[in-house]
Each structure stands twice: as structure tokens, then as C-alpha cells.
């Protein structure tokens, strides 16, 4: 059964920091395009970032570009989201996504991703 599954959300202060992951079992995320979206109360979701099954390809959101990082360790079979320098507006439920397999060296958080997980809420509040 593939699944993937969040953790690392929780409370922080704005300007704080969290690092988010992503674990699959059931499948090898070697060849699957990973992609974190959030989705505020009241909004709709938005692709955060997204990192390619080939190469280094990665793309942000304006929104968190230079404050989010998203790396993958093909070893554990998990994909971080380290997000810096958070802010209030940031505050959403985190989920993690996969599509594939593929062999692309970029990738779209707007492509249309086969897997989900149940999401991980992140709260940036003082």
C-alpha cells in the first residue's frame, strides 16, 4: 500500500523555524516527484514547493522562496521542508504529494500529483 505520511508541524513563533517530512512506504520516492501544498482555513490550497525525481530541480511559491527548502533523501525515503524565518500568514495544514513515476528534472507544484498524505498543521502565531 503506498503512503505517505507528514510530521514535523507544530507551534512556532513568527520568525522561527520547522523542518517538515515526508516518509513514504509502499513505494521508492527515487522516481516520483515530490510536492508540498498547504491549505489555509477558509482557502484554497497552494502548491509551497516541489522537488523533481531527477537532478536538482526544485521550484517555490513566491510566497516562501528564499525561506523554504525542500531537499529529498533518497537513503530514508523522505522529503523535508525546511522553512525558515516563518511568518503568521504561513499558518496552514502542510501535506505532502507524489507523482509519478517519472523521470523529468523539473517539476510543478500545479502538475496533478497521484499520492497524498493527511497533512501536518503548522501554526506560526506570538
Known amino acids: 500500500q503506498l503512503q505517505l505520511v507528514e510530521s514535523g508541524g507544530g507551534l512556532v513563533q513568527p520568525g522561527g523555524s520547522l523542518r517538515l517530512s515526508c516518509a513514504a512506504s509502499?513505494?521508492?520516492?527515487?522516481?516520483?516527484?515530490i510536492g508540498w501544498f498547504r491549505q489555509a482555513p477558509g482557502k484554497e490550497r497552494e502548491g509551497v514547493s516541489c522537488?523533481?525525481?531527477?537532478?536538482?530541480?526544485?521550484n517555490y511559491a513566491d510566497s516562501v522562496k528564499g525561506r523554504f527548502t525542500i531537499s529529498r533523501d533518497n537513503a530514508k525515503n523522505t522529503v523535508y521542508l525546511q522553512m525558515d524565518r516563518l511568518k503568521p500568514e504561513d499558518t496552514a495544514v502542510y501535506y505532502c504529494?507524489?507523482?509519478?513515476?517519472?523521470?523529468?528534472?523539473?517539476?510543478?507544484?500545479?502538475?496533478?500529483?497521484?499520492?497524498w498524505g493527511q497533512g501536518t498543521q503548522v501554526t506560526v502565531s506570538s
Open positions: 522537488v523533481a525525481s531527477r537532478g536538482d530541480g526544485t
Open positions: 509502499g513505494f521508492t520516492l527515487d522516481f516520483y516527484a
Open positions: 504529494a507524489a507523482m509519478g513515476p517519472t523521470a523529468f528534472s523539473e517539476c510543478e507544484t500545479g502538475d496533478e500529483y497521484d499520492y
